[in-house]
């Protein structure tokens, strides 16, 4: 990542990151992914969890209508 500290706080610290944008958006992305990722988790324990074959399938109908919207 290639971040350049703008300022120094009081205690010596770093302050206000610059970063580029391809850094930023890979981090916002990534946090996107995680709190997906954490989601799923979160549903899978309370509402039950989806064997391999239902999730096979859905992937197959996701992939099916990407392929008609592209």
């Known amino acids: 990542m290639n971040a350049i500290i703008n300022d120094i706080d ?3 610290k ?3 990151p610059i970063m ?3 850094d ?3 981090v ?3 946090i996107k992914l ?3 990722l ?3 988790r979160k549903s899978g324990e309370e509402q039950g969890w989806i064997s391999s074959e239902q999730l096979k399938n859905e992937l197959e109908i996701l992939k099916k ?3 008609k919207t592209t």
């Open 10 to 12: 009081s205690n010596g």
């Open 14 to 16: 770093g302050q206000d």
């Open 20 to 22: 580029d944008i391809q």
């Open 24 to 26: 930023h958006e890979r």
């Open 28 to 30: 916002k992305a990534t």
């Open 34 to 36: 995680m709190e997906s």
């Open 38 to 40: 954490e989601s799923g």
């Open 65 to 67: 209508w990407f392929i």
